[in-house]
Structure formats: C-alpha cells, structure tokens
C-alpha cells in the first residue's frame, strides 16, 4: 500500500485496519499487533470480521466456467450478481455455493473482487482485506521527520570514529520546521543515536556533517560525551 501510495516507510500512521473472516485468523493477528505496528510503522492495528466494511465486494461470473453451459442466460446472471445481496457477497468470499434464483453457483463458477471503497487506502488478497488510514496529523508528520533524522544520523556515526556503544553530544543547525521536529521527539531521537541534543558543545567537535532532509540542510556537529 505504501509504494502504491508514495508513501514514505519512515512516515509512521496512525491506524491499520486488517477484515478477515476466521476468527482464528484474528487472534493471530491481534496477539501479534506489537509486532506488526513495528514492522508497518502504525499506532494502532484492529481487525473485523465483516471486510465489506473495508472493501466493496464484486462477485462476477467465471466466463471460462459457465459460458458454455449459460450460453444467453449470463447476461441475465450477471444483472442478477450486480445486485447480490451482502449476504451472497459475503458467501462468495468465503468460497461458499450460492443460490440466486435458478442459478447455483459453487465457488468455482464466479470470480470475486475487493474493491476499495471509503477514504482508507485499501489492498486485498484472496479473503483478506488490509485498509491503512491515511490521514497524517501535525503530530505524525512531525515523527516521520524525526524518524528520517535519526537515519541520517546513524548513517553519519558509521563515516566518524565513533563506537557502536559511544554516546556523544549532536548539536544539529536547521530551519525552524526541522527544529520543531528535532525538539517534539528529542527523547526518540537521543534514545535511537545514543546522543544529548544540545545547542553548544560542551568540548570541540570530532565530527561534523550536512545533510539533507525533507528538502532542507542540516547541518550537525558531534563530540564524545564522556
């Protein structure tokens, strides 16, 4: 869903809303949602058991299957599935056999589709439904800029003489925008670098650097805190 929709994997959102219909399917999922908020960059991780609140279901004839029995009597099939009762749609996905009038249609006769439907950004496979709220609040814009700096910055510990396990002291000169963003999730940002922001160093500096995020220089100088 995030390549489909450009979106950033460092740009953490806000809700993953996953329709399934095995209830045992569910509790996996739900047991491993602390996992999966990590690995998705998420907030939160729901699930329902009704995807057809995710995802239009569109229940089709198989052509391959039916066209040479149905013969003119699929056009009438197909106006009847293009107002399948939720009931049916449901039934289908499930892989279950319907019955719409005199036709009986065992999972093999009909294709079925998950369309999007409502503002979630929606991807399907076979019976399940994925749905990512896309909406990026202040709060949310403003980590995945903090998550995107604290990349760059262990990028730029790797090119210095650092140890893996040394902490150091990172002052970093950006726009006031960056700056909002360094000083909202400086707890984040010192944990993940092994540093203490501060606005002057408190000994010469061993390393310093620019780069670009977001469109915008930083630059940020960095000594061994001892």
């Keep these: 869903i995030r390549v489909t929709h450009k979106l950033k994997n460092r740009q953490p959102l806000q809700k993953l809303t996953v329709g399934v219909l095995s209830k045992e399917y569910g509790a996996q999922i739900l047991k491993h949602k602390e996992v999966i908020c990590e690995e998705l960059n998420v907030k939160e991780v729901a699930i329902t058991f009704d995807p057809s609140e995710l995802a239009k279901i569109m229940v089709k004839p198989n052509f391959k299957v039916l066209g040479k029995s149905l013969g003119d009597k699929i056009k009438e099939l197909q106006s009847l599935l293009n107002d399948l009762s939720q009931e049916n749609a449901v039934k289908a996905l499930r892989k279950e056999t319907i019955q719409i009038k005199d036709f009986t249609l065992t999972p093999e006769s009909v294709l079925v589709e998950l369309r999007p439907s409502g503002n979630n950004l929606v991807a399907t496979d076979a019976d399940l439904v994925a749905a990512l709220d896309p909406v990026i609040t202040e709060e949310l814009r403003l980590e995945g800029i903090a998550r995107e700096l604290v990349s760059l910055i262990q990028k730029s510990r790797k090119s210095s003489d650092f140890n893996v396990e040394d902490k150091m002291y990172l002052k970093l000169s950006a726009s ?17 670098t092994l540093s203490i922001i501060v606005e002057t160093l408190p000994s010469a500096s061993c390393y310093d650097t620019e780069f670009d995020c977001e469109g915008e220089k930083i630059a940020a100088s960095m000594s061994l805190a001892v």
Excluded at 176 to 192: C, D, F, G, Q
């Design 176 to 192: 006031p925008e960056l700056t909002k963003a360094i000083y909202t999730n400086r707890n984040y940002i010192e944990e993940e």
